[in-house]
């Protein structure tokens, strides 16, 4: 008995180039990522996947929920804030154990 996290499912004003961002970002597979409207990475080990879904309004205030993620073996913390920014994220603060950033949807 119990529940499985099947998705982590985040509003965005463009569903597919969010999903885009967050493929490349991964590696994870884009799937059904050229609608605005919603849009699905999967997780190659199976789940949580991430699922993008479009909102008519704009953000407002801190986030709920974040992100935590941290670079594979074989990268660094500065290769990857360097590629994440080359596909369009923002580096909002600088810490001493890790950085903040915004992804395309401003999304911390």
Do not use: C
Not at 68 to 90: C, H, M, W
């Amino acid at each position: 008995m119990g529940i499985q996290l099947q998705n982590v499912v985040i509003d965005a004003a463009d569903a597919g180039k969010l999903a885009g961002f967050w493929a490349a970002a991964t590696g994870w597979e884009a799937a059904d990522w050229s609608s605005a409207e919603e849009a699905v990475v999967r997780n190659p080990a199976g789940g949580p996947h991430l699922y993008f879904m479009r909102v008519p309004e704009e953000r407002a205030g801190k986030n709920r929920v974040h992100l935590d993620v941290g670079p594979t073996e074989g990268s660094s913390a500065s290769r990857e804030i360097e590629r994440l920014t080359v596909l369009g994220a923002r580096v909002l603060s600088e810490h001493e154990s890790h950085t903040v950033l915004a992804d395309p949807n401003t999304s911390k």
